[in-house]
């Protein structure tokens, strides 16, 4: 026998359970214990396997870039912000990700990205690098190679610390020389990258020494490819990583929102040093990884970062992989 169940009587129940168990916990029933609140969050690093190698991401902390307006143009304002509220995002402050992926390829421990480090450009929520590294295990010293997307402040930011010395000792600095020649000039100190150079010659010419400069679709490390993607910075690269077969995209600043700047790729972005070519830059190269379904490590999209990409009518969406607490 069937028995339908209406909202009112789950109700009622509800209310005569709470009252029964209320009234058993007053007849000398023990008092149900009030734990306290922790306040505290879990470790900022996530792990996972990757053919015959090990990828750590870490964290720098979250990015609060504010208000769209300004920053993502080419589309009415109001429309998106309503992109943003349509997926559950906040119209009035766009916060972006920092995520760091440190691969152990057996031989060679390779860091892609350093974060903000000192600078709080964007607040007081970046610059937490080290600490994730700390957490994840992994020690500075240790780290054989750091690959550098492009000259960026929330790039290069964690080479050295507050000291000026090197954070990793150890390592080889690898970047595209446009990109450097470019954040480091001297000359456009007077102008109005002036932060993003002071950060970038405070970062990078410390570690001149031990710096190398890849080659468009060059493998400069076992496993590691740069793929040139030009437009955001002049020398913009992301990375194809590989190991036994298994491959993903570390797309650096290709694309630094899974909504606005892939539903709509050809949008551009303030900080482009040339917005056009980034937009048409983005479209290619976003195409040829939907194309060929490789999975993507994005420094930029909600924690930890590591998904999907597939082609849409108008652009492209952002599948994220479900985190696997198994290794």
């Known amino acids: 026998m069937t028995q339908d169940v209406s909202r009112r009587s789950l109700l009622a129940l509800g209310a005569g359970l709470g009252a029964s168990l209320g009234a058993s916990a007053m007849l000398g029933g023990s008092a149900l214990a009030k734990a306290p609140k922790l306040g505290t969050q879990s470790q900022y690093f996530y792990r996972f396997n990757l053919g015959n190698a090990e990828v750590s991401v870490v964290s720098d902390g979250p990015l609060p870039l504010g208000p769209p307006k300004g920053t993502f143009i080419g589309v009415p304002d109001e429309e998106v912000k309503k992109m943003l509220s349509d997926n559950f995002l906040s119209p009035d402050n766009v916060v972006l990700e920092q995520n760091s992926p440190i691969v152990n390829m057996g031989d060679k421990l390779v860091l892609f990205d350093t974060g903000m480090g000192t600078s709080k450009a964007f ?4 610059g937490r690098q080290q600490k994730s590294m700390a957490e994840a295990g992994i020690k500075p010293g240790d780290i054989d190679a750091v690959v550098c997307s492009h000259a960026h ?3 290069i930011g964690g080479i050295v610390g507050a000291d000026g010395k ?5 390592a080889q600095v690898y970047i595209a020389q446009s990109d450097f020649d470019f954040w480091t000039d001297e000359g456009k100190l007077g102008g109005p990258l002036k932060d993003f150079v002071i950060h970038a ?6 570690v001149k020494d031990r710096m190398v400069f890849f080659k468009d679709g060059q493998e400069f490390l076992p496993g590691v490819q740069a793929i040139s993607a030009p437009g955001h910075t002049v020398g913009h690269t992301i990375f194809m990583v590989t190991s036994n077969g298994k491959s993903f995209c570390f797309l650096g600043d290709l694309t630094h929102h899974p909504i606005l700047l892939l539903e709509k790729p050809r949008m551009q972005f303030s900080y482009d040093t040339d917005p056009k070519q980034a937009a048409e830059t983005r479209v290619k190269l976003l195409d040829m990884i939907a194309t060929n379904k490789i999975p993507v490590m994005s420094y930029h999209f909600a924690w930890p970062g590591f998904g999907h990409i597939a082609k849409t009518a108008e652009g492209f969406h952002y599948y994220p992989e479900a985190m696997n607490m198994q290794l």
């Open 153 to 155: 402040i929330d790039h």
């Open 166 to 170: 090197p954070l990793f000792p150890n």
């Open 201 to 206: 010659r405070k970062n990078l010419l410390p």
């Open 123 to 126: 607040g007081p929520t970046t």
